[in-house]
């Protein structure tokens, strides 16, 4: 706060002393280090520094409050629950049966576009209640298997889905690769079809060097019970797009992960067909699956929460500078006045 | 203790066969003269460190979580992550252990390397120390230091005496006498090789104490104390002594004293540890929450456990269908996750603390020793931290014991005034012609100098110069030639090689050096050699005093040496003329029944000397009388007989000797009286004096008489002249008994058996009690002053109680009354106390209060009431190290214990106490952080954050900060706290630390955690962040936040702090990109992405003004409606240094402009 300039002190006596120095003294050795007095800052909260550091806070955070809402509200969002109305009716009590079923899983949902899109559209899914971040679920995965072919036996963390019954060892190997996401959009607009690009919705950094140019899945969904998705086994990990994001395993147990980008751009009243092929199962845990379309801002997807949050600290600041600065005009105390030190105020005991 | 047996009947004494090393040592197998101070050894340090170490409950901690950590089911973080907290602390101890083990090797390497003449093949020869074996003859010469316990055989003088100096084993700069027994020193003198066989006791520390005897050509004779020199001491002032070696190397009572002296745990730290339960509290509460909800959870899902993808509690696979995959059932899941949130959340108790305060505190010592208004250039001494344990107790001392001689006064005595033949000669009168002139006298005849200078009374001088003959002439020639001939100082003559005015006469100048036990008897010596009677030359048969040039050899025929029983010595002597005469000198007390009351025509000398006496003592002087008489033949003959008889009894040889000096000490004709003034040390009524306004009540326990006791009390404005003094000397239970409830009746203090509430009510209500205004009071504070609230009729209170009855006291059941009485006076001074007793009156405070008690002292004789106190503090004084060893501080004057206390006190204080505070928080935010995280996973105790982040986080990121803070922070300047003593309340206050501070701090630490938690949640609810930016962001979101606040919090900037703030986010940043690029990471690039995305910065600021939001605005409510002390002065000295230098600002642009 307030710059300080070094304090000029018992330097004298110390120097003094030296000028004639004593053999074998054990003086101590003057410096401003040892004798604690380094140039130093001292900041006191003065009124003055008081409201200018609240005014300071409501400056700052109120145009950024202004700005990430405006952000946020740009953004338009399409939100499709659809994990029940996929299920046909009669199948409704029994869901997990039916997804247990080779019945055709196929799904026709449609939806309305409120607001002009702009590109690029981000095609999410969301899940409800899946524990991405349990503890059991999160370690079962072997990074050293990924990223390099020679390490395809590195598999002690994988465990339950670690081997083939024949002992042939999983690539990828782990609950996370077992359990991955497996339902498909084909979107359509007027009869026509909405190309969906599927290139590039994993981080760059995952690509090129966690998930192994040379490494090919094996053995993989092989199993009497599979989880999720299959890998086509031509295809390196680094261009499984799919599961590279599903890999990166979510924070919270409701999340959403990329499935792709639409590059044009969707017009107000615009009628989407999605077709989709229900295939994972959340039935058994009551896990909720949502398609979302959404275009992005620079703060992110569409989340009131940072804009409000700013513009109330910032208020809640800029009413604290106005209720200080009262305080001070109205009850004013001198600062380092001694008649306020307990002793002086107080004479006489009580 | 035990008791030592004499050793001929001692089971199994130690046979050293002199000048036979090999067999003294074939069969038992001796220890050699090598000797080890270290510890370790290259080979024995790894095992022996860790053990060592692994006694703190400490390490014992860690090593329990990692341990726990390692079992499968468990396995929280990965296996080395786990040790990482173990190890480095262990390493850094390790580093450190090892460092101070490779000094003391260095150390025992260059003793073990000195040399010394051993007799070999019938030659001395030289050898080293360590190659020196039991039973070896060694000789030493002038100066060398003695490498080994021996038993003297012979010295250079025919008598057999050897003078050595034990400074290193006791202290004590004086010489002491040794002798070597006659029937070896002969054989020696004629260059006889002895061989003979020394019974001594087993090897022990008793350095007082030796018992042994030695055969010698079928004789055998004892051998005792006297006849031993140990190591470490110094021959002096003799030429060359030879010995034999009893104990070697480990076995030397040096060595075996060499024990540290025991440690003690601070006050804060017992608080410190009552909060850290508290934390536990807490601990076991979030693990039940978690292992209870983990039960929960599981029985909710216990259906769907199977198919849950996420949790999959059998495998699929044929062959091993259906099997279970660690899953163990649910009552030993939730016992699971319970002992694995212990390991996660194992940081909420702050282990680590103590080993960031041992750091703090070494740092904080690192100052106090540095400190140079806390040099002492007389003595050439640092302030000394023997105790690393206890310096924040330096600011809540609330009672100052003080020792008397050598603490308060230098133990320098000085010879003031003599009353002889009834006539007071002060030197009141500094006539500077006069005195130079009769300095011209002496110097002119004098061919030494004196070490130290007193100025002679001008007056005396013409008496003793100009007329001798007369009746008081007489009595002062015989005062002189009792000073100088009646005492056992020792003069060490020395040639000084370049001193050219003084040696105007011819003869090369000679400097005098007195060495003696008694520093009144130095002193003493000393004035008489500036009268012109200067003791030259003492051995057992005879003394050379130089008066006025002229050389008298007297002969001794016996000295009385003194005793406690007789308060005298008396010493018989043969002047030229063959006349005889007994010198004698004392105590007042027990020399005028001796003095010879038929001659009515000395009684009023007798009652002037007396008056005189008197006021020397109300002076604060230390008095002696001196007495003489003639003897006659007959006399003489009688007590020769007498006297050689007592000399060589064995059996009640001092009671003998005593009966035998009544003989002669009897009829004397009074001389006169010494004044010997003890000098305050320099500062010490200031210091004092600000102790006293500190609120912290100084006492006095002293050895003198009652009346010194007071004189120096009021010399040192301990006592005013405003005070009621209440004096309690009984002889007898009953009489002290009255004395207390007298005085209790009279003063209105209320005794704890009839109204102890009342007197709790009032010492509450009044905690710090207002002191008059006095001279030493800056003027800028009004000083409204108040009377004592506790006697509000009576003025402040003194209390001045002697050992007497305090024996009586302290043994019986007087103890509270006592202690009421003191407690509500304002001075207490406690004269003729005995050593045992200044601990009793130590304990006595100590065991009926809390207040914190400090006890200074520099002799033998404070070391019990030194290691009794919470603080013991030493002085180095003139009266050895004993106090020194025993303490936790040393330090060279009593003056510093005001800086020592209100300066450094106070500053150490106020930082431990935030330190602990802070790292409470500290730690307990990010557990609760993780709590919070974990309830969001089902209970699973994930982490977000990367198991090496949660490990550095306390070791790492935010570790350096809280250490430099807590050594280099300081709210007020030195200045400051020494202007305003008061503002030391704060520590008696427990301002720093206490359980509101700490509830608070809690509740601030959970709103932090909240806002740590929630703001990233609410923030990427809904999207596609995942579990590794996340924890990402709570990393470097806590690290800031936690750095922040500190940063908040301190008071003083300097470079250090900034680096050390600010520094730690960088570095934190940096482990974080670097654990972020090792590919074999499942978190690998995540912060790479994360910086490119605006919510994240966003975020952290965020987290950061909401977390800290509701603090500074309670800081600020508190600073504007509430200031406390320490902060109205904070705001003066910083303002008035601003205004101070804009003004110089001002004057500065004038003069440019």
Redesign the interface.
């Known amino acids: 706060m307030n710059s300080g300039t070094p304090s000029s002190s018992a330097g004298a006596p110390g120097s003094a002393e030296s000028a004639a120095p004593r053999r074998n003294s054990k003086r101590p050795k003057y410096s401003r280090f040892t004798q604690q007095e380094l140039p130093a800052c001292k900041p006191i909260l003065t009124p003055k520094w008081v409201i200018s550091a609240f005014l300071l806070v409501s400056v700052v955070f109120i145009p950024i409050g202004v700005v990430s809402l405006f952000a946020s509200r740009d953004v338009v969002e399409i939100i499709d629950r659809y994990e029940t109305e996929c299920i046909p009716l009669d199948s409704r009590n029994n869901k997990t049966g039916f997804m247990w079923s080779n019945a055709d899983k196929t799904c026709n949902r449609i939806i309305t576009v409120t607001k002009h899109m702009k590109q690029p559209i981000y095609v999410y899914y969301q899940l409800d209640n899946f524990y991405q971040n349990h503890r059991r679920y999160v370690k079962s995965r072997s990074d050293q298997q990924l990223r390099n072919p020679g390490n395809e036996r590195d598999i002690s963390t994988c465990s339950p889905e670690d081997t083939t019954p024949e002992g042939l060892p999983i690539v990828p190997c782990g609950l996370i690769a077992w359990s991955m996401f497996n339902d498909t959009y084909s979107l359509s607009r007027n009869n026509q079809q909405l190309g969906i690009n599927k290139r590039g919705i994993s981080w760059q950094s995952d690509r090129d060097r966690k998930f192994g140019k040379g490494v090919f899945p094996k053995n993989f969904q092989n199993g009497t019970a599979p989880g999720g998705a299959k890998l086509n086994e031509s295809i390196p990990l680094s261009e499984q797009e799919d599961l590279i994001v599903w890999m990166r395993t979510a924070a919270l147990p409701t999340f959403r992960k990329l499935y792709g980008k639409i590059e044009v751009d969707l017009q107000a009243g615009d009628v989407i067909n999605v077709t989709l092929q229900n295939n994972y199962n959340t039935y058994n845990f009551n896990g909720k699956k949502k398609l979302v379309l959404s275009t992005t801002s620079w703060l992110g997807g569409k989340n009131d929460f940072m804009g409000i949050a700013y513009l109330t600290v910032g208020g809640l600041c800029f009413c604290l500078a106005m209720g200080f600065m009262l305080i001070y005009l109205i009850k004013p105390r001198q600062l380092g006045d001694p008649s306020y030190l307990s002793w002086n105020r107080n004479p006489g005991g009580h | 203790m035990q008791l030592e047996e004499n050793i001929p009947h001692h089971d199994n004494p130690r046979l050293i066969h002199i000048n036979d090393p090999k067999k003294t040592n074939d069969k038992f197998g001796f220890s050699g003269n090598e000797i080890r101070t270290s510890k370790y050894t290259l080979l024995n340090f790894l095992p022996k460190n860790l053990f060592i170490q692994f006694h703190r409950v400490a390490y014992l901690y860690f090593l329990a979580i990692a341990a726990l950590n390692q079992l499968p089911p468990l396995a929280?973080f990965g296996r080395t992550v786990s040790l990482f907290p173990l190890l480095f602390v262990l390493t850094v101890t390790a580093v450190k252990d090892g460092y101070e083990d490779w000094r003391r090797h260095r150390s025992d390497r260059n003793e073990n390397n000195r040399e010394t003449l051993v007799f070999q093949l019938n030659e001395f020869h030289p050898k080293r120390w360590k190659k020196i074996q039991a039973g070896e003859v060694v000789k030493i010469s002038s100066d060398e230091t003695i490498p080994c316990d021996m038993v003297l055989l012979g010295t250079n003088d025919s008598s057999g005496i050897a003078y050595i100096q034990t400074m290193n084993l006791d202290g004590e700069s004086n010489l002491k006498t040794r002798y070597a027994r006659q029937e070896t020193n002969k054989l020696v003198l004629e260059g006889t090789t002895i061989s003979g066989v020394v019974r001594c006791e087993q090897p022990n520390r008793n350095i007082y104490e030796f018992m042994a005897n030695m055969e010698l050509k079928g004789q055998r004779f004892p051998l005792s104390q006297s006849n031993i020199i140990l190591r470490g001491c110094q021959l002096k002032n003799t030429e060359w002594a030879i010995g034999v070696v009893v104990y070697a190397g480990q076995d030397t009572k040096a060595m075996l004293n060499s024990a540290m002296s025991s440690s003690k745990r601070s006050r804060l730290e017992t608080y410190m540890n009552r909060e850290t339960i508290w934390l536990s509290v807490f601990l076991l509460i979030m693990c039940v929450v978690v292992a209870l909800g983990m039960g929960l959870w599981l029985k909710r899902?216990e259906t769907?456990l199977d198919?849950?993808?996420?949790?999959?509690k059998?495998?699929?696979?044929?062959?091993?269908?259906g099997k279970k995959?660690?899953y163990y059932g649910i009552p030993m899941e939730t016992f699971f996750s319970l002992l694995s949130s212990i390991i996660v959340f194992q940081i909420m108790i702050p282990i680590s603390l103590y080993i960031t305060m041992e750091l703090v505190r070494l740092g904080q010592s690192?100052?106090m020793?540095?400190?140079?208004?806390m040099?002492d250039?007389s003595s050439?001494?640092?302030f000394q931290c023997r105790s690393l344990n206890i310096n924040e107790d330096l600011g809540q001392i609330r009672y100052v014991f003080s020792d008397k001689t050598g603490t308060l006064t230098e133990n320098k005595m000085e010879f003031r005034k003599a009353s002889i033949w009834g006539k007071n000669y002060d030197n009141s009168y500094p006539d500077a012609d006069a005195s130079l002139e009769a300095k011209d006298v002496t110097v002119d005849r004098r061919k030494w100098k004196l070490k130290s200078e007193i100025t002679p009374d001008p007056e005396l001088m013409k008496l003793l110069y100009k007329d001798l003959s007369g009746e008081e002439g007489v009595a002062a020639h015989e005062f002189f030639l009792t000073l100088a001939s009646c005492n056992t100082v020792i003069p060490i003559l020395t040639e000084s090689s370049s001193s050219g005015c003084d040696g105007v006469l011819g003869g090369s100048p000679v400097s005098i050096d007195y060495q003696g036990e008694s520093p009144d008897e130095q002193a003493l010596v000393a004035a008489a050699s500036a009268y012109g009677y200067t003791l030259f030359e003492r051995t057992s048969g005879h003394i050379v005093i130089d008066v006025n040039g002229e050389k008298i050899r007297l002969e001794v025929l016996g000295l009385h040496e003194f005793d406690s029983v007789r308060k005298r010595m008396s010493v018989v002597i043969r002047f030229p003329n063959h006349t005889i005469k007994v010198l004698v000198k004392g105590a007042d007390t027990s020399m005028f029944s001796i003095l010879d009351n038929d001659r009515p025509a000395e009684d009023h000398i007798r009652h002037v000397t007396q008056v005189h006496l008197n006021d020397y003592s109300s002076e604060g002087l230390r008095t002696l009388v001196l007495a003489s008489r003639n003897l006659t033949g007959e006399e003489l003959a009688e007590w020769q007989h007498r006297y050689e008889d007592a000399c060589t009894s064995l059996t009640d040889r001092s009671v003998k000797l005593r009966q035998t000096a009544a003989l002669i000490e009897c009829n004397l004709t009074l001389l006169g009286a010494t004044a010997i003034e003890d000098k305050l040390q320099e500062g010490v009524p200031e210091a004092i004096e600000s102790l006293r306004q500190a609120g912290i009540k100084v006492w006095i326990l002293t050895g003198d008489k009652q009346e010194t006791a007071i004189s120096i009390g009021l010399s040192c404005r301990l006592l005013t002249a405003d005070m009621n003094q209440i004096i309690i000397n009984g002889n007898s239970e009953n009489e002290c008994r009255k004395l207390l409830c007298d005085a209790m009746a009279k003063y209105n203090v209320n005794s704890t058996s009839c109204s102890s509430q009342i007197t709790k009510l009032r010492r509450k209500?009044?905690p710090?009690y207002?002191e008059l205004p006095s001279q030493t009071k800056s003027s800028?504070?009004?000083?409204?002053c108040?009377g004592e609230?506790d006697t509000p009729n009576f003025g402040p209170l003194a209390l001045i109680i002697d050992g007497n009855s305090l024996v009586y006291i302290l043994e019986r059941d007087l103890e509270s009354e006592l202690f009421d009485l003191a407690t509500s006076c304002r001075v207490v001074l406690c004269c003729r106390v005995a050593p045992l007793q200044k601990a009793g009156i130590v304990d006595l405070i100590k065991g009926r209060t809390d207040e914190m008690t400090l006890a200074i002292g520099d002799g033998a004789n404070d070391v019990s009431m030194i290691q009794m106190a919470d603080v013991g503090v030493g002085i180095c004084g003139q009266e050895g190290r004993q106090a020194v060893m025993a303490s936790d501080f040393a330090m060279g004057q009593f003056r510093f214990l005001k800086r020592l206390l209100l300066v450094h006190g106070h500053w150490n204080y106020q930082r431990i106490g935030y330190l602990v505070l802070y790292n409470f928080y500290r730690n307990a935010v990010f557990v609760l952080m993780l709590f919070w995280y974990i309830l969001?996973?089902?209970f699973?105790?994930?982490s977000?954050l990367t198991d090496w982040s949660s490990v550095f986080y306390s070791v790492i990121y935010t570790s350096v900060p809280t250490i430099v803070v807590g050594v280099?922070d300081?709210n007020l300047?030195?200045?400051t706290l020494l202007k305003?003593p008061?503002l030391y309340?704060a520590g008696h206050r427990q301002e720093s630390y206490n359980m509101s501070l700490f509830w608070i701090t809690m509740v601030d630490t959970l709103w932090q955690s909240l806002v740590l938690f929630y703001?990233p949640?609410?923030?990427?609810?809904?999207?596609?962040?995942?579990?590794?930016?996340?924890?990402s962001l709570w990393t470097i979101a806590v690290v800031i936040l936690v750095n922040v606040h500190l940063a908040m919090d301190?008071?003083?900037?300097?470079?250090?702090t900034h680096l050390a703030i600010w520094g730690s986010i960088i570095v934190t940043y940096g482990c974080m990109v670097v654990l972020d690029s090792i590919?074999?990471?499942?978190n690998?690039?995540t912060i790479?992405?994360l910086v490119k995305?605006?919510?994240y910065w966003?975020?952290i600021l965020?987290i950061t003004?909401?977390g800290l939001?509701p603090r500074?605005?309670f800081?600020?409510f508190h600073?504007?409606f509430w200031?406390s002390?320490i902060q109205?002065?904070?705001?003066?000295?910083?303002?008035?240094?601003?205004r101070r230098?804009r003004h110089i600002g001002s004057k500065t642009d004038e003069v440019s402009s």
Not at chain 2, 314 to 321: A, H, P, S, T
Not at chain 2, 1050 to 1056: E, L
Not at chain 2, 1079 to 1082: E, I, L, Q, S
Not at chain 2, 1128 to 1138: P, S, V
């Open positions: 929280v899902h769907q198919t849950l993808p996420y949790y999959r059998i495998y699929f696979q044929k062959g091993k269908e995959y660690k690192y100052f020793i540095g400190d140079q208004h040099y250039s050439n001494s640092r209500a009044e710090d207002l800028s504070m009004p000083q409204q108040a609230e969001c996973t089902a699973s105790t994930t977000a280099l300081k300047s030195d200045k305003y008061k309340a703001v949640l609410f923030n990427y609810r809904e999207s596609t962040i995942d579990i590794w930016s996340m924890g301190i008071q003083r900037w300097v470079f250090v590919p074999a990471f499942p690998y690039g790479y992405h995305s605006p919510a966003l975020s965020l003004v909401i939001l500074f605005i800081k600020v600073q504007t200031p002390d109205i002065a904070r705001e003066g000295e910083i303002l008035r240094r601003r230098r």
